[in-house]
């Protein structure tokens, strides 16, 4: 199985900063686009930041500026850095992978990470 293991949320004041990590593990052949998720209380889930194996990022307008998106392809890892956080960023943060497992024949899925609790107090 492959699994992501998300860390790094918290409490943090309003234009504080948090990093989020997460790392996949398990029956890895491939990973290719590796990004974030969020979702607050009575809200879809969106995504946040994506990034490519080649380390092209994309972001969503609402962090576009503050968060940072990066990877480290030799730990199967990739990070948000969040500044200048608003009480709007509070949310559960998923990590998010497309990953070919171990078998046959190879196939590529999505996974996710459990989840990590991001607030900002206001």
């Known amino acids: ?16 900063s948090l990093r ?18 969020r979702q607050a209380p009575g809200k879809q889930r969106e995504l946040v930041a994506g990034i490519t194996t080649g380390g092209t990022a994309n972001y969503a307008d609402s962090v ?13 890892t990739v990070y948000l850095q969040m500044n200048s956080l608003k ?13 070919v497992p171990t078998g046959w024949p190879p196939k590529w899925n999505q996974y996710w990470g459990q989840g990590t609790l991001v607030t900002v107090s206001s």
């Open 1 to 16: 199985q492959v699994q992501l293991v998300e860390s790094g949320g918290g409490l943090v004041q309003f234009g504080g």
């Open 20 to 37: 989020l990590s997460c790392a996949a593990s398990g029956s890895i052949v491939r990973i290719d686009d590796m990004g974030w998720y």
């Open 64 to 76: 576009k500026g503050r968060f940072t998106i990066s990877r480290d392809n030799t730990k199967n």
């Open 87 to 99: 009480p709007e960023d509070t949310a559960v943060y998923y990590c998010n992978a497309d990953a």
